[in-house]
């Protein structure tokens, strides 16, 4: 990966962001100390990770534990008495 002086970055920084844009990221930094690094943004993985079913696959109910059901709330909302 290159790394760019601060201090040429606004000379090429149209290049710069073009490179970086088709994949081609870039760090600037200070005095030789990396301070920052520019990449493309992945604009699909930032729809499917804010989306819908973003999650899908990683849930499950292998941590549900029968003995913790509270029988009583579930009667409740599927309507029976408790009689």
């Not at 601060?6 to 970086?20: G, T």
């Not at 029988?71 to 009689?83: C, N, R, S, V, W």
Request: proline share 6%.
């Amino acid at each position: 990966m290159q790394t760019i002086d601060i201090q040429e970055v606004p000379a090429d920084l149209s290049e710069l962001i073009e490179k970086a844009a088709k994949g081609e990221p870039f760090i600037i930094a200070r005095a030789g100390k990396p301070m920052v690094q520019v990449s493309p943004v992945d604009l699909e993985a930032k729809i499917v990770s804010s989306g819908f079913g973003f999650l899908k696959g990683q849930l499950g109910t292998h941590n549900f534990d029968p003995d913790f059901v509270d029988h009583e709330i579930i009667a409740m909302f599927e309507g029976e008495d408790e009689g």
